[in-house]
């Protein structure tokens, strides 16, 4: 788990969520951990999804409760963001007829050939989420008047006035 919480939850891998009593509180918890959507959770949990959202508003210690499966939730998925860029996805690779192409280096001809898919878009967010002061986008925008100096606000407004009065 990526951050630990005080109070009464108690941090465990078993389960983190054993101090909430209430049965489906801690289904639709648990869920939610591995899920990271309300609606897949609330379903599995056999709950309605706006019976999560009136806990929210009512119970201190499922809104606590809720943010260790938030947490979660988005490190399991940032771990498999990780899998995805550094390990890569193995895809079958088939022709335009639907046929599996065969591995050229296969000598009975009979394997199929695959290929290791790398996530170079998913490892640029990782980097920016885990040093932002490094890999964060940067532009600056500077506005300047004539030959660089300032501009003048106040005669530019004078001057658009006079147009205006002046039909030009």
């Known amino acids: 788990m ?3 919480r005080s109070g009464s939850l ?12 209430h049965g489906k509180k ?10 990271g959507a309300i609606t897949k959770a609330a ?11 009136d806990w929210i508003k009512k119970d201190p210690e499922y809104v606590a409760a809720f ?3 938030k947490d979660m939730a988005i490190e399991r998925l940032e771990c498999e963001a990780d899998r995805r860029g550094v390990e890569g996805v193995v895809r079958y690779r088939f022709d335009r007829n639907g046929q599996p192409f ?14 290791r898919e790398y996530s170079d878009v998913l490892l640029i967010f990782r980097l920016k989420a885990l040093r932002p002061d490094v890999y964060r986008e940067r532009s600056s925008h500077e506005l300047t008047g004539p ?22």
């Open 102 to 115: 065969i591995d050229p280096t296969d000598p009975d001809h009979k394997r199929p050939y695959l290929e």
């Open 147 to 168: 030959d660089g100096g300032p501009i003048n606000f106040a005669e530019l407004v004078a001057e658009a006035r006079a147009r205006v009065r002046g039909g030009s």
């Open 43 to 53: 379903r599995c949990a056999k709950i309605n999804r706006d019976t999560h959202h």
């Open 10 to 21: 108690a941090q465990s891998n078993a389960n983190p969520f054993r101090a909430i009593r």
């Open 26 to 35: 801690r289904a639709f918890l648990c869920a939610y951990s591995r899920l």
């Open 67 to 69: 943010e260790v499966a």
């Open 2 to 4: 990526r951050t630990k």
